[in-house]
């Protein structure tokens, strides 16, 4: 546990510089006044949280400190993190993705040209084969040759098998034939990419509603979950993605990519609560491996920390 924390407070050093490493500081040594709401409230914004989700989460703070009777900052940071962590694990859906032997799952993978879908798609690939599934990878975003070039390699690297058409052929048929590929060779895991070009285009939305109609053809509860992957470098942005993808695809988890990039990384408290879907992964850089199950506690104690080092104690 120690080591996994300290692994995700390195790789969010840059997230915590840009904003939250402030907000940690900001109850350092002080005692629990008007002008500290002010400033967590001033932080919260620039860090991407979003008013509505900044205002929730500092009446909730203020309501256990005050409940609790909390004078101190140190103590106030405590409270002020179980908010986070709260929202965080507060959703609709279950927190883990459970991936059971010998039977079939499909999990189809949506997001935005560039989030690090395909990345994302290679390194779950590569997390459950190391869990001992068998995968297969259906290349259903076809309008992207390069996008199918790349699943085949990283694929390849992992020992999954991709089926894929031609640059430009019907995604419907690429999952047809995966999904056949799939029971055949008694897979696990069908992991399916989709296009992400134009995330507010009908078209688009309507192929995603083709796709699952097929899958629900094979068998009853196809696809047992979908995954929504989000570039948490692009902050509110990202809650306008989750927006437009909710009402053609019924989300299970988000997959957080980049979030050893530069971040201010507030955006994921008000899509978890608008959305009620839970965050599942975090992708934290380009190589097969820089992939976790997400931990909310973790996660906090990695975004709230003035350093490193004091990762595993705050
Ligand atoms: P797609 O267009 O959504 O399929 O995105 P790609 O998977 O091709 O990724 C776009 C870029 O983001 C590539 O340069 C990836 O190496 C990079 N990328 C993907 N995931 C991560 C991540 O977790 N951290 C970092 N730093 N880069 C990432």
Redesign the pocket.
């Known amino acids: 546990m120690f080591d996994r924390l300290k692994k995700l407070s390195q790789v969010m050093t840059r997230t915590r510089d840009a904003v939250f490493g402030q907000v940690a500081d900001l109850f350092d040594q002080r005692e629990v006044d008007d002008a500290l709401w002010d400033e967590l409230e001033e932080l919260l914004i620039r860090a991407d949280v979003g008013v509505p989700t900044t205002e929730y989460i500092i009446d909730a703070t203020k309501e256990r400190v005050q409940r609790q009777r909390i004078k101190d900052g140190d103590r106030a940071r405590e409270a002020f993190k179980s908010v986070l962590v709260d929202i965080l694990n507060d959703s609709d859906q279950p927190k883990q993705l459970d991936i059971p032997f010998g039977k079939l799952t499909t999990v189809l993978v949506v997001?935005?040209?560039?989030?690090?879908?395909?990345?994302?798609i290679a390194k779950l690939t590569g997390y459950w084969q190391n869990q001992g599934h068998k995968c297969v990878v259906a290349a259903a975003d076809t309008f992207r040759a390069a996008?199918i070039d790349?699943l085949k390699i990283w694929a390849d690297r992992v020992g999954a098998q991709v089926v894929s058409h031609q640059h430009g052929a019907d995604p419907g048929a690429v999952v047809f034939d995966a999904w056949q590929a799939a029971i055949s060779r008694r897979a696990d895991v069908l992991v399916i990419d989709t296009a992400?070009r134009l995330h507010t285009k009908d078209n688009l939305m309507d192929e995603l509603r083709k796709l699952y109609k097929i899958l629900a053809k094979q068998q009853p509860g196809a696809p047992e979950a979908t995954l929504l992957?989000l570039d948490a470098t692009i902050g509110q942005n990202s809650l306008v993605q989750a927006r437009e993808f909710q009402k053609s695809a019924a989300i299970n988890g988000l997959v957080l990519?980049?979030?050893?990039?530069t971040a201010k990384g507030g955006s994921v408290f008000p899509i978890v609560r608008e959305l009620r879907v839970p965050v599942l992964f975090l992708?934290?850089?380009?190589h097969l491996d820089?992939i976790e199950a997400f931990d909310a506690r973790a996660f906090v104690d990695a975004l709230v920390s003035p350093g490193a080092e004091n990762a595993s104690v705050r």
């Open positions: 997001g935005v040209n560039g989030v690090g879908k395909t990345t994302s996008a790349q992400g992957v990519t980049k979030i050893d990039g992708g934290s850089g380009e820089d």
